[in-house]
């Protein structure tokens, strides 16, 4: 179980800084796609839809060992950041876009109206909102990252599993090991929910918790 632990920090290690990478492209993207530059929208459509219909181990396994032949050449764990990041950050991209979207039109009428700027209206009035809302969908694709993170173990980076895999080829109790994985990733992932669940209630305003409680 130690050997094990050591490759499930690795895990939270990856999957914290590849969602940290994802919000922030992803929300980038979002605001992108919503310009008025046509070309810049173009551009971010294709990646989107290209992140978003290649299958995360092949893009893991293109970044790993094709990027060093345009002499690109990362470690593994990078390489496992890069890679969870670029295909979450295409969800998540679309995920901020409905939010933001989802918001009143007429606030940022109103904010216009009293003199204030598009990024200021953005900043102070519609992202604060558009967050709240998308908080429970990236806590969502968060946790599916945890898992999915298990997939850079094929870019020879040592996380839960590879630990796992190595236990296995000592010792040869297949059946033990594999469930002692599951386990601790039902722990990690557990624990990031609840996490998540009380980041959604401390966002939502107290009128809206005094609302939710009595319904």
Request: proline share 3%.
């Amino acid at each position: 179980m130690p050997f094990l632990l050591q490759g499930a920090l690795v895990t939270v290690q990856i999957s914290v800084l590849s969602m940290i990478c994802a919000i922030s492209l992803g929300l980038l993207v979002a605001l992108g796609r919503l310009s008025n530059l046509r070309v810049l929208r173009a551009v971010l459509a294709a990646y989107v839809e290209i992140w978003r219909n290649v299958p995360l181990i092949v893009q893991l396994l293109v970044i790993y060992f094709s990027l060093p032949q345009l002499g690109i050449s990362l470690p593994g764990f990078w390489a496992g950041v890069l890679g969870l990041s670029l295909n979450v950050g295409a969800y998540l991209s679309e995920v901020f876009r409905a939010a933001i979207l989802s918001v009143e039109g007429g606030q940022k009428d109103a904010g216009l109206s009293i003199g204030m700027s598009r990024v200021m209206i953005y900043r102070r009035v519609i992202l604060p909102q558009a967050l709240r809302i998308a908080v429970p969908t990236i806590g969502g694709y968060f946790i599916a990252l945890l898992k999915d993170s298990a997939l850079v173990s094929y870019i020879a980076v040592n996380e839960l599993l590879r630990h796992g895999t190595i236990v296995i080829s000592n010792t040869f109790k297949s059946m033990e090991i594999y469930l002692m994985v599951a386990m601790v990733y039902f722990i990690i992932s557990f624990i990031s929910a609840r996490i998540v669940a009380h980041v959604e209630r401390s966002l939502t305003p107290a009128y809206l918790r005094v609302a939710q409680a009595q319904a």
